[in-house]
């Protein structure tokens, strides 16, 4: 997965993430903090690690990435500590750390989120993309992050709670809480690189289905994988009486699923050549991911 014979995609973002999150030492200290803690607690950087790769695609210049990549990361963060809090999943673990609101308090770990979401748009509007390609830009995360996205997702996802769900009704929630953000970090490049129609088009597709695999994954784990495997707390979605895919389609049915999803992925992308192997490889690893 390296961009260059240097540095990957990994070690690229954490190194603009660094260098964009306030330091400790600039008041109000304990909230930059908080920021920093949130953020560079480890974590795979998917989301970036799919602007990076559908970039190299499309032939983009990582640099030209970096303020996609960057903001789909501080998106990603603000919404996990809020995911976490005592009002929603009320997790006191993330990436094997206690979470912000356990570490800091909730004040902070909401204000934390609330300033993480500020500087994605931040660093958006500071892009040297064209005005055009950056009002773009701006729409489509502001769109994925919102109530008709991510945010809404985790509503419906909260609404959901103790009621048994249909697949359709479930697919509808993890489109929103988990696909919106991973389908943008793959459009978000298309639209900087000024992809025709039919390579949008297949990597929307492709990026549905990646979403979607990731989730799957995601409810298996919290069914076969432990407490310390995952770094957070394993079997929540049983103990919440959620409505989850292996709960709606039994293990294997959910299991079968994401075979049929790593097989349709893996059609998305025959069209194109070699260059999109990093995006196959992330789609392997979300199919086959053990934390």
Not at 45 to 57: E, K, M, N, P, W
Not at 187 to 216: K, R, V, W, Y
Request: hydrophobic letters at 45%; one cysteine or more.
């Amino acid at each position: 997965m390296n961009l260059d014979p240097i540095e990957n995609p990994i070690a690229r973002t954490e190194r603009i993430l660094d260098r964009l999150l306030p330091a400790e030492t600039i008041t109000p200290i304990r909230l930059h903090s908080a920021m920093r803690y949130g953020t560079l607690n480890g974590g795979k950087r998917i989301r970036a690690q799919l602007v990076y790769a559908t970039g190299f695609l499309l032939g983009c210049r990582p640099e030209n990435m970096d303020p996609a990549a960057a903001a789909l990361e501080l998106i990603h963060a603000y919404s996990l500590i809020h995911d976490d809090l005592p009002a929603m999943d009320n997790d006191a673990l993330r990436r094997g750390k206690p979470t912000v609101h356990i570490a800091y308090d909730q004040a902070t770990a909401i204000l934390a989120g609330d300033a993480l979401q500020t500087l994605a748009f931040e660093v958006l509007a500071s892009a040297d993309w064209p005005d055009a390609v950056k009002v773009d830009v701006l729409k489509r995360l502001l769109s994925a992050a919102g109530s008709k996205g991510m945010c809404g997702g985790q509503q419906l996802d909260m609404d959901a709670s103790g009621k048994t769900l249909g697949l359709d009704d479930l697919q509808r929630v993890h489109a929103l809480k988990t696909g919106a953000l991973i389908k943008v970090a793959i459009l978000i490049p298309a639209a900087i690189a000024g992809a025709d129609s039919e390579a949008t088009e297949s990597l929307a597709a492709f990026a549905e289905d990646l979403g979607l695999a990731f989730q799957i994954r995601d409810d298996i784990l919290d069914v076969e994988a432990s407490t310390e495997q995952l770094g957070k707390s394993a079997g929540k979605d049983a103990a919440q009486s959620k409505s989850t895919y292996p709960s709606v389609l039994g293990l294997e049915g959910a299991k079968t699923l994401l075979t049929q999803l790593a097989e349709r992925m893996a059609s998305r992308l025959r069209r194109f050549d070699d260059r999109a192997d990093r995006l196959r490889e992330l789609a392997e690893f979300a199919v086959n991911r053990r934390n």
